[in-house]
């Protein structure tokens, strides 16, 4: 498998599951990816923010412009 191929395969599996975007200025964002496109611009669904570990706002949907982004990881399900 290309990595093209993988990464299109992992973006497959993450849609509409919880996930962290950690941005350069180190704020993450958590909520349900909605949409990303190639430029790496991410649409949220039930948006957190934090803030050096603390909750510092709740948005329903969010968007995040890609070039601000330093990665987007998986969030293990809340039992």
């Known amino acids: 498998m290309s990595r ?11 849609h509409g599951r ?8 180190g704020v993450d964002y958590r909520g349900v990816l909605a949409c ?6 991410i649409a949220l669904e039930q948006t957190e ?3 050096n570990g603390q909750l510092k706002n709740k948005y329903g949907d ?7 982004v330093l990665y987007i990881s998986t969030q ?4």
């Open 49 to 51: 923010e934090y803030v």
């Open 36 to 41: 990303l496109d190639g430029y790496m611009n």
């Open 76 to 79: 293990r399900r809340r039992i």
């Open 18 to 25: 919880p996930v962290v975007v950690k941005l350069n200025s």
């Open 62 to 68: 969010a968007f995040i412009r890609g070039n601000n």
């Open 4 to 14: 093209k191929e993988a990464l299109s395969s992992f973006i497959q599996q993450i």
